[in-house]
């Protein structure tokens, strides 16, 4: 993994799961059952999950349909119901329910509803029968997606907006810790699929902004956001006092118990 910052008091951390992640079925029961484990532990969780769009563009297909005549938005409306039923029946085998909270960044702008979301969110995490599991309202908000795409045509650069959607989260929260879960479980000094020489950085340098590029690469096959997306997010975390760190699904439970991953 690669860690920016460490935990000293329990709290609410949050655990953020990318798309490609969920490609592997085993990973839903895998991070599951640490989610339970650190909510014993006394831990209050909060799941962001991307995967919609994916899941989403698996069923048309899977119907016989062509995924890319649906905009983004519309096919993560069409896999919502089939990611929420993942992580419901794999929580279900640790005795925990799912809470679906949908919200937009316009709702964050809007006093009231901030307040709202924020206590419920604070509520749930630290609940004894649900995980509370934040995704954005895409049908309703489509425009942040449009916006990436333009960012990601105007700049080259890769933009994920469930990683910021899990740093808006965290601080929204007050949490203590995120983790940024990765096929890889790190940053590498090259793109580790394409580079067999590239090694893995153990700790990242908080107070910098990582860019798109050759170094540090490593963008996922079917997410929308990269490395430094995943960095830039996770240091922002940590210059507010988060422990923030980019990790494999089979590490959550030592990374917030403080432990090197």
Known sequence: SSTTEYMTTQGIIIIKVGTDILNDFL???????????????????ILVSSGGV??????????????????????????ARHLLNEWGNALSLSGYDIAQCYITYGNLRLKGEK??????????????FVVPLVNE???????????MN????????????NDRLGRVTACLVGA???????????????????????????????????RSGKKHTGTSQNGTGGMPSKQNQACICARKGMRAGIIGFKDIVPFFQGKEV
Request: aromatic fraction near 6%; charged fraction near 30%; hydrophobic fraction near 40%.
């Open 115 to 128: 307040e709202n979301i924020r206590g419920n969110l604070r509520r749930l995490a630290f609940d004894s």
């Open 176 to 210: 203590i810790g995120i983790a940024f879960v990765t096929v890889k479980g790190g940053v590498y000094t090259a793109n580790p699929d394409a580079d067999a020489s590239a090694k893995l950085v153990k700790l990242i340098d908080a107070n910098r902004r990582y």
């Open 27 to 45: 990973a839903f029961s895998v991070i599951a059952r640490q989610i339970a484990e650190l909510k014993k532990e006394g831990f209050g969780i």
């Open 54 to 79: 994916n899941a989403g563009s698996v069923r048309i297909a899977m119907l016989g349909g062509t995924p890319e005549n649906y905009p983004k938005r519309l096919r993560a409306g069409i896999g």
């Open 137 to 147: 309202n895409d049908i309703v908000s489509g425009v942040e997606i449009d916006k």
């Open 150 to 161: 333009a960012r990601k045509k105007r700049r080259n650069a890769d933009r994920g907006d």
